[in-house]
C-alpha cells in the first residue's frame, strides 16, 4: 500500500510535473518523439487532479493535448512551433509554482 502512495505521489505531485517538462524538453532538443509523447502521458496524471478543481476546470483536461500538438510539430520539421506548443503547460504550471511558493 505504501508504495502505491508513492508512486501516486511521484505521478501527481512535483517530480511527475518537472519529469514531463525535462522530457519534452529533451525530445524536442533531440527531435525524438517518443520522448514529447512520453513527456504527455507524465503531465496527464497532475492535469486530471487539478481538472477536477472548478477553477482549472476546463483548461487542465486540455493541456496534456499541447504536448501532443508539440509532437506533431516536430514530425512535421517545425522545431519552434513544438517549443510554443510546450508554453502553455509551462505557464501554467509556473503560475501553479508561484502560488504555492507565495502561500
Known amino acids: 500500500m505504501a508504495l502505491l502512495h508513492g508512486l501516486v505521489v511521484l505521478l501527481i505531485g512535483w517530480p511527475g510535473i518537472i519529469t514531463?517538462?525535462?522530457l519534452v524538453s529533451i525530445g524536442i532538443y533531440t527531435?525524438?518523439?517518443g520522448l514529447i509523447l512520453l513527456g504527455a502521458l507524465f503531465a496527464?496524471?497532475?492535469?486530471?487532479?487539478?481538472?477536477?478543481?472548478p477553477k482549472f476546470r476546463?483548461?487542465?483536461?486540455?493541456?496534456?493535448?499541447?504536448?501532443?500538438?508539440?509532437?506533431?510539430?516536430?514530425?512535421?520539421?517545425?522545431?519552434?512551433l513544438a517549443w510554443i506548443?510546450?508554453?502553455?503547460?509551462i505557464a501554467v504550471i509556473g503560475w501553479l509554482?508561484?502560488?504555492?511558493?507565495?502561500?
Open 97 to 103: 509554482g508561484f502560488t504555492v511558493l507565495t502561500q
Open 58 to 80: 476546463y483548461i487542465m483536461w486540455g493541456l496534456p493535448l499541447v504536448f501532443i500538438g508539440s509532437a506533431l510539430a516536430m514530425k512535421y520539421g517545425k522545431n519552434r
Open 20 to 22: 514531463a517538462i525535462v
Open 44 to 53: 496527464v496524471p497532475i492535469s486530471w487532479y487539478l481538472g477536477g478543481m
Open 31 to 33: 527531435r525524438k518523439i
Open 85 to 89: 506548443f510546450t508554453l502553455p503547460y
